[in-house]
């Protein structure tokens, strides 16, 4: 009976403990612009949320229609660092590498326009970078009533270009910036990258990367079929572009997504030796047979709204192939979403590139080698105390773990100087 007794007044104090709200929780409840949409179990964080921000579509007008932003909240101490990932379009909950590195808690954030986070009423109108940048400022400001620790900015690819566009705006609500990957582009055609392509890697890799696409525009009766059969195979609809145009742009995409993600060994690229399968291989792997598919460009219509009004992108250079190509005329307006009418303004990129080159303080930059990106990078005049860090032969996954010892210590010294923390090696 004394035993049964123990067991329960254990069970009882163990009831009370969760039943009880923690003081996060407590304080998230709180917040009149806070919604616990879930409760997320975790074996490296003490408390995991689903949360969605109340935020105005217009922030010029705070008063006006609103719609909900999702993060996701992964918390460790109060007093500990905070990292918030400034993510540039849908996003999952997921540990960011700067946050295993300092041990500390992290906010994911999706883009407003995507995912879980699109406003009602729908409108392009405020789909900008300055909105976006407000966003993130809402957050920043909320938490930091709970968090006393550093904050640290980072993201990905677009969602490194929005902690630029952040802090450009905001230059005082974080302590560091940490950037991965993310360019400044100055046009929907950027010429940066097509020259980026011509000099990048070895004259011997150019040109292998070259005859493989030569080779796929010469074998096209035999390789097209596949195109098609891969489309049933997998359910990819090419309406938007047409079947033979999106087959040419998929050659022509290879040279940059090769660049983008590969490793650089271009010894593995098929030749004219090779069969058809693999060749097959290669181009579904690094060209845009499934980027062209219309699932894939409908799924990310704002990123190509905010491309063709602020943002920028790149076309392609059909100069070198233009005895095979019959569709494509190297242009991406098939991109832009039916139901907008976009209109390219270069302006804030510029003085954004301005600003980070010569202004932006505590950036670490980090961009790929390879990585034609990083053609449009930021590039420092040596006018801030900010520090870019190129990964040789890198790729758009470039992370700070892919950089030599000796560099990762640059990066850890300067987080160390700029956050006043000790960082464990």
Same mark, same amino acid.
């Given at each position: 009976?004394?035993?049964?007794?123990?067991?329960?007044?254990?069970?009882?104090?163990?009831?009370?403990?969760?039943?009880?709200?923690?003081?996060?929780?407590?304080?998230?409840?709180?917040?009149?612009?806070?919604?616990?949409?879930?409760?997320?179990?975790?074996?490296?964080?003490?408390?995991?949320?689903?949360?969605?921000?109340?935020?105005?579509?217009?922030?010029?007008?705070?008063?006006?229609?609103?719609?909900?932003?999702?993060?996701?909240?992964?918390?460790? *101490?109060?007093?500990? !660092?905070?990292?918030?990932? $400034?993510?540039?379009?849908?996003?999952? @909950? &997921?540990?960011? +590498?700067?946050? =295993?590195?300092?041990?500390?808690?992290?906010?994911?954030?999706?883009?407003?326009?995507?995912?879980?986070?699109?406003?009602?009423?729908?409108?392009?109108?405020?789909?900008?970078?300055?909105?976006?940048?407000?966003?993130?400022?809402?957050?920043?400001?909320?938490?930091?009533?709970?968090?006393?620790?550093?904050?640290?900015?980072?993201?990905?690819?677009?969602?490194?270009?929005?902690?630029?566009?952040?802090?450009?705006?905001?230059?005082?609500?974080? *302590?560091?910036?940490? !950037?991965?990957?993310?360019? $400044?582009?100055?046009?929907?055609?950027? @010429? &940066?990258?097509? +020259?980026?392509? =011509?000099?990048?890697?070895?004259?011997?890799?150019?040109?292998?990367?070259?005859?493989?696409?030569?080779?796929?525009?010469?074998?096209?009766?035999?390789?097209?079929?596949?195109?098609?059969?891969?489309?049933?195979?997998?359910?990819?609809?090419?309406?938007?572009?047409?079947?033979?145009?999106?087959?040419?742009?998929?050659?022509?995409?290879?040279?940059?997504?090769?660049?983008?993600?590969?490793?650089?060994?271009?010894?593995?690229?098929?030749?004219?030796?090779?069969?058809?399968?693999?060749?097959?291989?290669?181009?579904?792997?690094?060209?845009?047979?499934?980027?062209?598919?219309?699932?894939?460009?409908?799924?990310?219509?704002?990123?190509?709204?905010?491309?063709?009004?602020?943002?920028?992108?790149?076309?392609?250079?059909?100069?070198?192939?233009?005895?095979?190509?019959?569709?494509?005329?190297?242009?991406?307006?098939?991109?832009?979403?039916?139901?907008?009418?976009?209109?390219?303004?270069?302006?804030?990129?510029?003085?954004?590139?301005?600003?980070?080159?010569?202004?932006?303080?505590?950036?670490?930059?980090?961009?790929?080698?390879?990585?034609?990106?990083?053609?449009?990078?930021?590039?420092?005049?040596?006018?801030?105390?900010?520090?870019?860090?190129?990964?040789?032969?890198?790729?758009?996954?470039?992370?700070?773990?892919?950089?030599?010892?000796?560099?990762?210590?640059?990066?850890?010294?300067?987080?160390?100087?700029?956050?006043?923390?000790?960082?464990?090696?």
């Amino acid at each position: 009976m004394k035993k049964l007794n123990i067991i329960f007044i254990a069970l009882f104090i163990s009831f009370n403990l969760f039943a009880q709200d923690s003081d996060l929780i407590t304080w998230l409840k709180s917040q009149p612009d806070l919604e616990i949409a879930d409760t997320i179990v975790s074996d490296k964080y003490s408390e995991v949320y689903e949360i969605f921000v109340t935020q105005p579509i217009d922030h010029n007008n705070p008063d006006g229609p609103k719609f909900k932003e999702q993060i996701f909240l992964s918390h460790i *101490d109060k007093d500990k !660092p905070m990292i918030i990932e $400034l993510d540039g379009y849908a996003v999952g @909950n &997921r540990p960011t +590498e700067l946050a =295993k590195i300092l041990d500390c808690n992290q906010i994911m954030v999706e883009h407003r326009y995507f995912g879980e986070s699109v406003p009602e009423p729908f409108d392009w109108k405020y789909l900008t970078i300055e909105q976006a940048a407000n966003d993130h400022h809402k957050i920043i400001e909320l938490f930091k009533q709970y968090y006393s620790g550093k904050w640290i900015t980072t993201g990905i690819s677009k969602g490194g270009s929005c902690v630029m566009f952040h802090s450009y705006f905001f230059p005082d609500d974080v *302590d560091v910036a940490v !950037p991965y990957v993310g360019p $400044l582009n100055y046009s929907i055609d950027d @010429n &940066r990258v097509y +020259e980026w392509i =011509k000099s990048v890697s070895t004259p011997e890799c150019r040109e292998k990367v070259y005859n493989f696409q030569k080779l796929c525009f010469e074998k096209r009766d035999e390789l097209y079929p596949m195109f098609l059969k891969n489309a049933e195979n997998k359910k990819l609809t090419y309406d938007i572009v047409g079947n033979e145009k999106a087959y040419e742009y998929s050659v022509l995409e290879f040279s940059f997504a090769y660049w983008q993600w590969g490793d650089g060994d271009c010894s593995k690229i098929p030749d004219e030796n090779s069969t058809f399968d693999e060749i097959w291989d290669e181009l579904s792997n690094y060209g845009g047979v499934t980027y062209f598919d219309d699932a894939s460009i409908t799924g990310i219509y704002p990123f190509f709204y905010q491309c063709y009004t602020e943002f920028g992108y790149y076309a392609y250079d059909i100069t070198p192939f233009k005895e095979y190509i019959k569709y494509a005329d190297g242009q991406t307006s098939f991109f832009i979403p039916k139901d907008s009418n976009p209109k390219y303004d270069p302006r804030l990129l510029k003085k954004i590139n301005d600003w980070a080159s010569n202004k932006s303080k505590n950036f670490i930059y980090i961009y790929g080698g390879n990585d034609p990106w990083t053609s449009t990078g930021v590039c420092l005049t040596g006018k801030s105390n900010s520090i870019k860090m190129v990964c040789p032969n890198g790729s758009h996954g470039s992370r700070i773990k892919s950089f030599s010892k000796k560099d990762q210590e640059i990066i850890y010294s300067r987080l160390e100087d700029w956050l006043g923390i000790q960082i464990e090696r």
